[in-house]
T-cell receptor, first 116, second 111 residues
Framework: EAGVVQSPRYKIIEKKQPVAFWCNPI?????LYWYLQNLGQGPELLIR????????DSQLPKDRFSAERLKGVDSTLKIQPAELGDSAVYLC??????????????FGPGTRLTVL | KQEVTQIPAALSVPEGENLVLNCSFT??????LQWFRQDPGKGLTSLLL?????REQTSGRLNASLDKSSGRSTLYIAASQPGDSATYLC??????????FGPGTSLSVIP
C-alpha cells in the first residue's frame, strides 16, 4: 500500500512569492490533515478535512494561507505571499476517519520550505 | 488550553540500556494518547496508541503507559539499539477532537 505522497520535498523561494504544496493521501482515507512543524517542535495543525469539507481550519492564517481538497482526495496548500517566518516543514497526514476516531494518522515525508 | 511537554529534550544512552521517555499534559480530559517516532527529514510513524480507558500498551520492546489523573505518559524502550535513534513525540487527542503534539525527545543510542 502506497503511503502519503507529498511534493515537492524541498522548496526555496523569495519572500512575497507564492508557493503551493501538494498531498496525495492513502487510498480510502477520508480524513486529511495539514500540519506545520518548526525546528525542534511538534507539528501544529493548520487544517483538517473530512472528505471535501474543511472541518477545522481555526489555526490556518487565512490572510495568506489557503487550502483545497477537490473531490475529497488530493489536497493543495498555498501560501501567498510567503513571509520569512513561514520557513518550516509542512506535513500532510491522512486517516480512515477523523472525528473522535481512534484511527492512526499516517504522515507523508513533508515539504521543507525555505523563504529567503 | 491543552499543553503537552516532553522531558528531556534530548537523551543519549549506550546501546543495550533500558530507557524511559516522559510526556506530560495539562488537561486530563483526553480521548487518547499516541507516541510517534520521527527520523530526520521524514514524517512521523505511529508507535503506540493508548485509549483514555487504558493504562498501557505494548509493542515489541516498547511499552507505553498512561496516567490520566496525573497528566503523564511514559514510553519505555527495552534493550535500546542504535536503530532506535530518532525523535519521539507524544500527542494527545483532546475531548474537543484536537490533536496536540509535544515538542519531542531526541534520542541517540550510542553503539
Amino acid at each position: 500500500e502506497a503511503g502519503v505522497v507529498q511534493s515537492p520535498r524541498y522548496k526555496i523561494i523569495e519572500k512575497k512569492q507564492p508557493v503551493a504544496f501538494w498531498c496525495n493521501p492513502i487510498s480510502g482515507h477520508n480524513t486529511l490533515y495539514w500540519y506545520l512543524q518548526n525546528l525542534g517542535q511538534g507539528p501544529e495543525l493548520l487544517i483538517r478535512y473530512e472528505n471535501e469539507e474543511a472541518v477545522d481550519d481555526s489555526q490556518l492564517p487565512k490572510d495568506r494561507f489557503s487550502a483545497e481538497r477537490l473531490k475529497g482526495v488530493d489536497s493543495t496548500l498555498k501560501i501567498q505571499p510567503a513571509e520569512l517566518g513561514d520557513s518550516a516543514v509542512y506535513l500532510c497526514a491522512s486517516s480512515r476517519s477523523g472525528t473522535y476516531s481512534t484511527d492512526t494518522q499516517y504522515f507523508g515525508p513533508g515539504t521543507r520550505l525555505t523563504v529567503l | 488550553k491543552q499543553e503537552v511537554t516532553q522531558i528531556p529534550a534530548a537523551l543519549s544512552v549506550p546501546e543495550g540500556e533500558n530507557l524511559v521517555l516522559n510526556c506530560s499534559f495539562t488537561d486530563s480530559a483526553i480521548y487518547n494518547l499516541q507516541w510517534f517516532r520521527q527520523d530526520p527529514g521524514k514524517g512521523l510513524t505511529s508507535l503506540l496508541l493508548i485509549q483514555s480507558s487504558q493504562r498501557e500498551q505494548t509493542s515489541g520492546r516498547l511499552n507505553a503507559s498512561l496516567d490520566k489523573s496525573s497528566g503523564r505518559s511514559t514510553l519505555y524502550i527495552a534493550a535500546s539499539q542504535p536503530g532506535d535513534s530518532a525523535t519521539y513525540l507524544c500527542a494527545v487527542k483532546t475531548s474537543y477532537d484536537k490533536v496536540i503534539f509535544g515538542p519531542g525527545t531526541s534520542l541517540s543510542v550510542i553503539p
